[in-house]
C-alpha cells in the first residue's frame, strides 16, 4: 500500500515545535504533501530539507512567511516541475508536482494551495483567477499523465461538507461560484474526489479545518478543504482513508489515503 497524506502546515516551524514530525515517523507514509510552508529556501536549508526520512521538494512564495508548498517523498522523482501559471500564483508557491515516469507510466503527485478569499474582494478575484488557470491546466496533464492532486482547495463542495452551510452561502468557500468549479472539475473535468469516492456520506467526520475563533475545534464547527483529487485511474487504486485528530499540528487536519500500487 502506498500512504498519500495531504496536511496544511500553517507554518512548517511552528507545525514541527507541536509534534508534526514524530507523527510523520509514526504514520510511514510514503509521500506527504504539504502546504502553507510559510518559509523560504534559505529557513529550509539544514533544517527542514527532510522530515522523518522523506526527503523534501519546494516551491516557495516570494514574499516571506507567506504560503509556499512541498511534497515529501520516500521515492526518488524523475522530474520536479515548479509552479503552473508562470506569473501571478507561481509568485505566491502554490504547486509543486513530483514526476514518476518511466517507459510504461507517466505518473504525478502534487501539492497545491488554492488562494483562500477570505480576507477580501481582491482575494476573492485572485482566487477566481486561479480556479480559471488550473481548470485547463489540469485538463492538459489529465491527458498525457495520470496524477493525484493534494491540497487546501479552500473551498467546500456540498452541505455535507461544512457544519453550517446555511449560514456561509455568501462566504469564500462555499459560494456557488467556487462550488460550481468544483462540481465541473470532478464532471467534466475527469477527476475524482477520492475521500469522497470512499467516503460518500459522512458529514461531521469528514471536516480537516477549523476556526481558530470561538471554540470551533471543541464543537466540530468544521469545513472539509483538503482533498485528494485524482484521475480516474489513481481513484481506483484509493483503499482507505483517514483524518487525524488526536494531535494538532495546525489549524488543519492531515488527510492519509491508503492507494494499491499508486507507483
Not at 467534466?188 to 459522512?202: A, E, F
Not at 494531535?247 to 492531515?254: I, L, N, R, W, Y
Request: aromatic residues 12%; contains cysteine.
Amino acid at each position: 500500500m502506498f500512504k498519500l497524506t495531504s496536511l496544511n502546515l500553517n507554518g512548517i516551524r511552528s507545525a514541527t515545535t507541536k509534534g508534526v514530525e514524530a507523527w510523520i515517523d509514526q504514520l510511514q507514509p510514503d509521500c506527504i504533501c504539504v502546504q502553507e510552508v510559510k518559509a523560504q529556501a534559505a529557513d529550509v536549508a539544514g533544517k527542514f530539507e527532510s522530515l522523518a526520512g522523506l526527503t523534501g521538494h519546494f516551491h516557495f512564495a516570494e514574499k516571506k512567511g507567506y504560503s509556499g508548498v512541498g511534497v515529501y517523498s520516500r521515492h526518488e522523482p524523475s522530474d520536479v516541475v515548479v509552479g503552473f501559471d508562470g506569473g501571478e500564483f507561481d509568485a505566491e508557491g502554490r504547486y509543486v508536482e513530483l514526476r514518476f515516469d518511466s517507459l510504461q507510466h507517466k505518473r504525478s503527485i502534487i501539492s497545491c494551495y488554492f488562494p483562500s478569499g477570505s480576507s477580501g474582494p481582491e482575494r476573492q478575484e485572485a482566487k477566481f483567477r486561479f480556479l480559471a488557470a488550473m481548470s485547463p491546466h489540469l485538463a492538459a496533464l489529465r491527458a498525457e499523465r495520470d496524477f493525484v492532486l493534494c491540497g487546501d482547495v479552500n473551498i467546500a463542495h456540498q452541505q455535507a461538507d461544512l457544519k453550517n452551510w446555511r449560514g456561509n452561502q455568501k462566504n469564500s468557500g462555499f459560494l456557488p461560484e467556487e462550488r460550481a468549479w468544483m462540481t465541473e472539475i470532478t464532471t467534466q473535468g475527469g477527476l475524482v474526489d477520492v475521500y469522497r469516492r470512499l467516503q460518500p456520506h459522512t458529514t461531521d467526520a469528514c471536516y480537516t479545518w477549523w476556526s481558530n475563533r470561538g471554540q470551533a475545534y471543541a464543537n466540530n464547527v468544521g469545513w472539509r478543504l483538503d482533498y485528494h483529487l485524482a484521475t480516474p485511474a489513481f481513484a481506483e487504486k484509493a483503499r482507505t482513508e483517514s483524518i487525524y485528530k488526536a494531535q494538532k499540528f495546525s489549524d488543519h487536519a492531515p488527510i492519509t489515503i491508503a492507494y494499491q500500487g499508486l507507483l
